[in-house]
């Protein structure tokens, strides 16, 4: 834990250890705490550390509520949320007390749609499973029969949530002469739709039809095990399903079961319920399951964008001036 001494500037607390494209801004401009661990501050720790703030560099680890607003005190004026999403935070409060919260937009979309990408190709063809199977010496012949999966070329692909990166998901898949369904709460509008040669469809039909389902919704009360044991009864056994959102969007015990069972085939997690995943959590023990551990975003260039973004955030908040990215814009129409 490094402490600065407030001298005249206003005292920042940051939740870990950012890139230094942004961190250095914050540092030249701000009496600046790093929270150094690699795991977060400890919840008693984390609301100690924020006392007297006038701003708090957050991480989706960090929930911010009611009880962090009254631990940081009045002098708050910002919380910037190093992520795009923004669960960990309590909107509504932030915004009763006048608080506005910026996120990092934009930045991150192409990164994370490549991971989704990978994990899509890795579970439809098996990849980290036939990785294992030569690590453990099984690899004897080529088999006409060996760890047979899934084409991704020529399939359809579904995509839950058909925002920026739901997008940058139909963008790849024309690359692959995939056939592409979407689902969100409304229809993108046709000019999207021909651009990305994108079919709405509803969300059973998207279930029914698709051979790969990629999940890009905000978690909130609607978006909850949204793929629930019903959802994965009406998918395709030889589906694959992909989850780079949130992982409290999936009902965890209904996806082993669905895994174990064959009611789909196969499912690639960038997120899970909890994060980390329990070492005894079923879905470990599943060979058709391949977890990694949320690094969506984690390439070394889109991590720097996200750090001076949410440096720019937090500054603009210090300043008193609208934040590049706020997420509850309404503060400012108070
Ligand atoms: C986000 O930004 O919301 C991701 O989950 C982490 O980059």
């Not at 960990?88 to 937009?105: E, H, K, L, M, S």
């Not at 899934?150 to 898949?173: K, N």
């Not at 998207?206 to 009360?221: E, F, G, I, P, Q």
């Not at 899970?272 to 599943?286: G, N, S, V």
Request: net charge negative.
């Amino acid at each position: 834990m490094s402490r600065a001494e407030p001298g005249g500037r206003p005292r920042v607390f940051v939740a870990r250890r950012i890139p230094a494209e942004g961190l250095d801004a914050v540092t030249a401009a701000c009496a600046t705490d790093v929270w150094e661990d690699e795991l977060p501050p400890p919840r008693a720790e984390l609301l100690r550390l924020i006392a007297g703030c006038d701003g708090v560099l957050t991480l989706l680890t960090d929930r911010v509520d009611d009880e962090f607003l009254d631990a940081a005190g009045p002098g708050l004026r910002v919380v910037s949320n190093y992520a795009v999403g923004f669960d960990n935070v309590d909107v509504v409060a932030c915004t009763r007390r006048g608080i506005p919260i910026g996120n990092t937009p934009g930045v991150l979309t192409e990164t994370t749609a490549d991971l989704a990408w990978a994990l899509l190709m890795a579970s439809a063809r098996r990849v980290a499973e036939g990785d294992r199977y030569v690590r453990a010496g099984r690899w004897r012949t080529w088999g006409p029969q060996l760890l047979l999966g899934g084409d991704v070329h020529g399939s359809t692909l579904g995509i839950v949530g058909f925002g920026r990166i739901g997008q940058a998901m139909a963008r790849r898949a024309a690359g692959f002469g995939m056939t592409v369904l979407y689902w969100d709460r409304s229809a993108a509008g046709s000019d999207v739709e021909r651009d990305l040669d994108a079919t709405y469809a509803d969300f059973d039909e998207l279930l029914a039809r698709s051979d790969l389902v990629t999940l890009h919704v905000a978690l909130n009360d609607e978006t909850r095990h949204l793929i629930d044991a019903a959802a994965l009864a009406r998918m395709k056994p030889s589906a694959v399903l992909v989850n780079t959102s949130r992982g409290p969007v999936v009902d965890q015990a209904a996806l082993a079961n669905a895994l174990a069972s064959g009611t789909i085939a196969a499912a690639g997690l960038d997120v899970t319920d909890p994060e980390p995943i329990p070492m005894d959590d079923p879905l470990l023990r599943l060979d058709n399951c391949l977890v990694v551990p949320h690094i969506a975003s984690a390439s070394h260039a889109t991590r720097g964008k996200m750090a001076k973004m949410a440096a720019a955030n937090l500054l603009a908040g210090l300043h008193g001036e609208r934040l590049p990215n706020p997420v509850n814009p309404e503060v400012y129409e108070r």
